[in-house]
């Protein structure tokens, strides 16, 4: 059995996260959709609000959605998984994203890493985007499917605002 991780911060997961899963699904007999974490970021999700974000948003029995926080090629090896999917969005992934894939190879021989191209309609697409419009009461119908739209909307527009001072907080 072919199997492949798709691994991400998915804070909170996008239409364009959506399109890489449907798309990569089809290569392998299952997917593991693994969030995990990236110790650059500060989440403004908990990974158990991103994991079932991303469940309700995916209904598909060859998916599965986990959460770990070690090392990916350690996670890959414990589950058989021959390869990583990720989507290439602009030029400048490129050097991030080899640097990634060349390291979890060196940690784990036996994983390569597959880059899948992003749709073009959500190149410039990120979830720090969708937290900032969010964040200010804008429209982020067009970059989070609907069956978890409302609820991102509310739990980041609240985040958004400081009930003591009236100030608007930064999110990260
Ligand atoms: N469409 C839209 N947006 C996309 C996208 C797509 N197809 N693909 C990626 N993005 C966005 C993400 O939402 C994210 O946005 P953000 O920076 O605003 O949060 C951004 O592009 C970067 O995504 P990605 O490259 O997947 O980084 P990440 O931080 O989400 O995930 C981990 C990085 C978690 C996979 C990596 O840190 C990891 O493997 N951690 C585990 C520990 C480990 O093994 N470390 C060693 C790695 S060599």
Known sequence: ??????PGSF??????????????VKVFDHLIVAVMVNPQKHCSFTAEERITLIREAVQDDNIEVVAFDGLLAD?????QATAIVKGLRALS????E??????????N?????????TSAEYMFLSSSMVKQV???GGDISAFVPPSILQEIQERLSRRSFDG?????RGLS
């Open 109 to 117: 021989p036996m994983l390569d890493t597959l880059f899948l191209a």
């Open 11 to 24: 804070d909170p997961v996008t239409l364009g996260h959506l399109d890489i899963i449907s798309r990569a």
């Open 98 to 107: 080899f640097q990634m894939a060349l390291t979890n190879k060196k940690l």
């Open 164 to 168: 003591n001072t009236g100030n608007r």
């Open 75 to 79: 996670y890959a090896k414990m589950r």
């Open 1 to 6: 059995m072919k199997i492949g991780i798709y």
């Open 93 to 96: 992934d490129f050097e991030y």
């Open 134 to 136: 969010a964040s200010f």
